[in-house]
């Protein structure tokens, strides 16, 4: 393939974990994967990935680097196939002493950011009709207890890409949400050096109500850890949700995200005895 034919897709949040390997697997599928990254060092690294990964700044809550890299992309000289949401954080905490600031902070990157960067670059996929695919996680069908910020911004994520797959239909446009289970990304590494952050910053109240909840929380996230399907997983279904001729609206990836799925459709007291079981909360 000449260089100048190859299909570029984009990133978002590549610098490590899901992002990365899915930018790494597609420059090996034959595409120009433009991988987002925030800062120099991020940039060095995804360069190593492979020759046909390009690092691209973009900070999802940035209105001028969204659209600095949608210009990037637009006068590289590549058609754009795809473009990935995959930038996110996740935020913790019992819900009745979250700083609303933390949750703002958790819907400007996983949900804003994802539709701003989606609306930058939706002009070049009109061109190409190409695929609009977003990272989701099967929080996004079941909201878990003390990490309600993030399951709120999945499940509200999931509302975007199932109306944008009504409303981009008719251009042509298919648009995917993958959501997988628990993966092995360095997000675990990132919420075991975060558990002093968050037990400091919580008022003694909240300790004295939720200690024992926040200790089960934590146990529950080792075992899921140690159960997490190996990130590839989700990069191959990216890579199908591309490539495919017909792509599937939602791609629900391991046992555990399609035991939750069947848990999400319960009656309200036995999906929350089901969650409590589970999470063995006190």
Known sequence: MSERRREAVVVTGASSGIGADVASLLAHQGFLAFAGVRNDADAARVATLHEHVRPLRLDVTDPASVDEA????????HVLRALVGNAGVAVAGPLEFLPVDQLRRQFEINVFGALAVAQAFLPQLRVSRGRLIFVGSISGRLSVPFIAPYSASKFALRALADAMRVELAPAGIAVSL???????TPIWQKGRDAREALLASLPPKALEYYARQIDAVFAQTAREERAAMPVRDVSRAVLRAITARKPKASYLLGGAARAGSIVALLPAALRDRALRSSMRLP
């Open 70 to 77: 949608a210009q990037t992309v637009a006068t590289s000289g």
């Open 178 to 184: 993958v959501e997988p289970g628990s993966v092995k």
